[in-house]
């Protein structure tokens, strides 16, 4: 069983990238690890 990963996009600096659940949480929390923009649901999708 695979964990899933979750693909990012900041809606400020368009950056993407890939994030495992825990990276998740804290991306919803802490905002885009590039540019600090806030992140939320609907700028992550599942792969």
């Known amino acids: ?3 899933p990963t979750h693909t ?3 809606p400020e600096c368009h950056r993407s990238f890939e994030v495992d659940a ?3 949480e804290t991306l919803l929390k802490a905002g885009c690890a ?3 923009a806030p992140i939320v649901d609907a700028d992550l999708t599942v792969e």
């Open 34 to 36: 590039v540019c600090g």
């Open 22 to 24: 825990g990276m998740r």
């Open 1 to 3: 069983m695979t964990t």
């Open 8 to 10: 990012v996009v900041c």
